[in-house]
């Protein structure tokens, strides 16, 4: 029997099983290589997708927007100013009027609860594009961009290093242990994720033979590491706490010798963007060989197509 998400909303990867991650994956390849080759569909045609945004965006809005007007939809940008999202009118009643007019709603914004109320009242497939406890469409890029380079995700080691109770790295852990691969967290003690979480994710570890694990040692994390990946020490709606995660988050820095630290000259460098060149990771980092941010974030645009094509046709 095959994998049928029709009618599915995505509000953390946690819902997905790893045959449906797998599905969207190679759905992914598919739309990618359409891309290239300059195939044109109209798979959305006559449909609309409400984009809501509390925090701003580059990435998400472009990939959601580009790839759902590609496929001949319309998509709507809607921002606090535009609507009346739980100020004059409650989160739930704008979920259902939102329900009657569009046929996929795109949430990006501070509340995980948000989101889950959008999808519980509205009746149509909802896409998390970001919360402050996860950011699912991401992880998927992510996994997409590992497994071009690697060929493959089971047993490929992924160090996240910095703030480790952040969505990046909530969703990573994840997206890993639902995947295979072996996690490892390299953060203060202080800033870990929740254990709740943590648990969870080792018990889908169990099932998929992935690897779940957290240190303070930056050179013990690094070595054989496939994956470093790093994200800002400071996120959206944190910018007051930049100070305390600067003083905490130096010696995690992504640099050079980290890099070589590894041991491995296949080492491969990721991060979400936006970077702050110079503070979680060194420029010539970012810029250099091993970076793959740049196809990442096109990744983005093509793992969001796939993933509104089969939760909506």
């Not at 952040?166 to 967290?185: D, E, P, Q, R, T």
């Not at 240190?215 to 959206?236: C, H, K, L, P, R």
């Not at 509104?308 to 046709?313: G, Q």
Request: with cysteine.
């Amino acid at each position: 029997m095959g994998v049928n998400l029709k009618g599915r909303s995505l509000l953390t990867l946690l819902d997905y099983t790893p045959e449906e991650i797998r599905y969207l994956l190679d759905l992914s390849k598919q739309v990618k290589a359409e891309s290239r080759a300059r195939e044109k569909h109209r798979r959305f045609e006559g449909m609309t997708l409400a984009m809501l945004f509390e925090k701003r965006s580059t990435r998400t809005r472009l990939a959601f927007e580009t790839a759902f007007t590609e496929e001949g939809g319309h998509a709507i940008f809607l921002s606090k100013q535009d609507i009346q999202l739980g100020a004059k009118e409650s989160i739930e009643d704008t979920a259902r009027v939102l329900g009657r007019m569009v046929d996929a709603i795109m949430f990006r914004g501070f509340k995980q609860e948000t989101v889950e109320i959008l999808a519980r009242y509205s009746g149509v497939p909802v896409y998390n594009g970001l919360t402050d406890e996860y950011h699912p469409t991401q992880v998927l890029a992510d996994l997409m961009t590992i497994e071009e380079n690697f060929g493959e995700l089971s047993g490929i080691k992924l160090v996240f290093m910095g703030d480790g109770r952040n969505n990046m790295a909530n969703s990573l852990m994840i997206g890993c242990s639902k995947m295979g691969l072996h996690y490892v967290i390299c953060s203060p003690k202080e800033l870990r994720p929740r254990q709740e979480l943590v648990k969870k994710c080792l018990e889908i570890a169990k099932d998929t033979g992935a690897k779940i694990e957290f240190t303070d040692n930056v050179e013990e994390a690094v070595q054989g590491a496939d994956v470093i990946y790093t994200d800002v020490w400071a996120s959206m709606g944190e910018e007051e706490k930049e100070e305390e995660r600067k003083r905490l988050l130096q010696p995690y820095q992504v640099n050079e010798r980290v890099m070589e630290m590894t041991g491995k000259k296949e080492t491969i460098f990721m991060h979400c963007l936006p970077a702050v060149k110079g503070q979680e990771v060194t420029f010539e980092v970012i810029e250099g060989k091993q970076s793959r941010v740049w196809d990442e974030a096109e990744n983005r645009k093509h793992t969001i197509k796939a993933l509104m094509i089969a939760t909506l046709l």
